[in-house]
């Protein structure tokens, strides 16, 4: 017989941790997939050197003084027959063809990117080897530093989908296996207080931020050198407020459901918009301006966005507050919800 | 302090289609070990969950330990301790994080390796729940119901699917727990189990008791001491079977014949001698002591098992 009553939320809380690391499947979706989806994205998108031009110069008088030239500017050329030259423009191994004479003609095609730029470059490496001179100097200067390439817009926006995929799967999932199990009737047949038993999710979920940040920032730096230009301390608090906003539509999602097939599809329904159209892997703005407005109110969009104003831009409180508001009104709404609607059993 | 752990009159639980429990009346006097027998469907469990807080009944008065579900949740919670029929806990958790885990919701309990050697754990005190076998997965369900002290234990058929040495074991820990003063309440339909363990039983069919007793007195009240079972190839007539010398009461079950009699070697010879009286050939015949299987049967004209 003892008196020594342990903590019940300490129990259930360090149940909830030793759980989630004995899985190894949660372990890895958690920390090894957005790991290893940095790696591949980080190295696919990579900024690359300029890439040089294609041009394929027809042959005929002034040929081989055009392909010198351009080889000579850094760029890639070949002299091919006519017709040659236009098949390869047709089918994208060059970038444009020119036909020399008098006119000079251009073939490209407009609506390719890279084409327009040949058919610039070209022309302008001709006209300075035939000894155009520019009616004013100019100078360059070329900007390329940690802080605007792709990996530097994603990391910000992984951190975003493991804050909400740790929250809904984390939380949602693992509550109805529970009462999938009859565990939870179990649980509240004891004098447990049910409020501790949902806090020590919210707990584990607050706790596992100052894992997910580090590991992430820390590997977006190692890696890529992906630099947080703004106050380390905002970035853990929006990152808390997104882990509450989540919770709080983990136990939303869960509240209800008895088995976990029917969660894993809420789950899934809630994510997926969030995961397409809230500028995870590319900007939002690039959807429809009709969608904009549902976009804006997404929690993961508002997360996203005030990751990465205060990770990219280095933006203070005052920009992202009202990106903040959004999480945290949501995270009031789903929990007040959530525990009206908890079924126990 | 009332002498009774469980009074409950008139217990209904209806649910849409179906009325699980039809107004069952229940007595449990404190530090009895009180079995529920019945079939499948019979209505024990919701019985159970009805005492134990965690249905609401449809109509009827429940009191456990003096106090009501409505006014007494917290005062009651920590005075039970309980398994559920098909719980399981936390593959990845050992057993003794399992039993410390229920420790910690109790205000006063039992030492969380007190209770583990209880229930014989020992061994497997640091082993993954998805490791143990079924009986010691029950038997560590019944430890997680015995850590936080509990005055009365309801178990919901705690033997179900066991094999027959942990179903010995798991008996030797309920029989303990009866040593110790504390009450008793299980389910069962295994009928030796209700024989060796209960004081009293309860028979539940319909969602209703219709038999209430010690093993023996029901036995004997209903049934008999004896059982003669035979089956014979001619059309015999009941009523003549049954004015047999110390028969009591005539069963037919497909084909054959069960008779409940207070003295075999009374009716034996008696019952031989009116088959040769029919001309009818003797295919079987048998005896065994009357048992609360047989007690169900005479009550229902079913088995339990069916």
Known sequence: MTDRAPSSLVELTLTRIRLFFREPSAVFWTFGFPLLLSVALGVAFRNRPPQPVVAAIAAGPGAEEALRAVVAAGQKGAVLPVAAARAALRTGKTDVVVLPGSPRTYEYDPTREDSRLARLVVDDLLQRAEGRRDPTAVAEVTVTEPGSRYVDFLIPGLLGVNIMSAGMWGIGYVIVETRQKKLLKRLVATPMRRSEYLLSFVILRLLFVFLEIPVLLGFGWLAFSVPVHGSLALLVAISLVGALCFAGMGLLVACRAQNVQTVGGLINLVMMPMFLLSGVFFSASHFPDLLQPFIRVLPLTALNDALRLVMNEGLGLAAVGPRLLLLAGLAIVTFAAALRWFRWS | ?306
């Not at chain 2, 409950?8 to 449990?28: I, M, P, S, T, W």
């Not at chain 2, 993954?128 to 309801?154: N, T």
């Not at chain 2, 409940?260 to 088959?275: F, I, K, N, S, W």
């Open chain 2, 1 to 306: 302090m009332s002498e009774l752990a469980i009074r409950c009159r008139g217990l209904v639980k209806a649910y849409d289609d179906v009325v699980a429990v039809d107004g069952l009346d229940l007595e449990v006097r404190r530090g009895e070990c009180f079995g529920l027998l019945g079939p499948n469907g019979a209505g024990k469990t919701t019985t159970l969950e009805v005492l134990e807080g965690l249905l609401a009944p449809t109509r009827g008065e429940v009191e456990v330990l003096g106090r009501r579900w409505a006014d007494g949740a917290a005062w009651l919670r920590q005075r039970l301790g309980i398994t559920l029929q098909e719980t399981r806990l936390s593959d990845k958790q050992t057993v003794r994080e399992a039993v410390s885990l229920f420790r910690s919701f109790y205000p006063r309990g039992r030492d969380v390796d007190e209770v583990i050697g209880l229930v014989s754990l020992e061994e497997k005190r640091d082993a993954w729940y998805e490791k143990l076998s079924g009986g010691q997965k029950q038997r560590l369900a019944v430890a997680c119901a015995l850590v936080g002290d509990p005055e009365l234990l309801f178990l919901d058929e705690p033997t179900t699917g066991l094999d027959p040495q942990s179903r010995r074991q798991l008996w030797e820990v309920v029989a303990a727990m009866k040593a110790e003063g504390r009450t008793v309440v299980l389910t069962t339909h295994y009928m030796d189990e209700a024989e060796r363990l209960c004081d009293r039983v309860a028979v539940v069919d319909h969602g209703k008791v219709i038999a209430l007793g010690t093993p023996r007195e029901l036995i004997e009240r209903v049934v008999g001491h004896e059982v003669v079972e035979f089956q014979a190839a001619a059309a015999l007539d009941e009523a003549r079977l049954a004015a047999l010398p110390g028969v009591r009461a005539v069963h037919r079950r497909n084909g054959a014949f069960a008779l409940t009699v207070d003295r075999v070697h009374r009716t034996v010879p008696a019952l031989l001698g009116e088959l040769d009286g029919a001309g009818a050939r003797l295919d079987r015949l048998s005896t065994h002591s009357a048992t609360l299987e047989d007690v169900f049967v005479a009550l229902t004209g079913r088995r339990l098992r069916d």
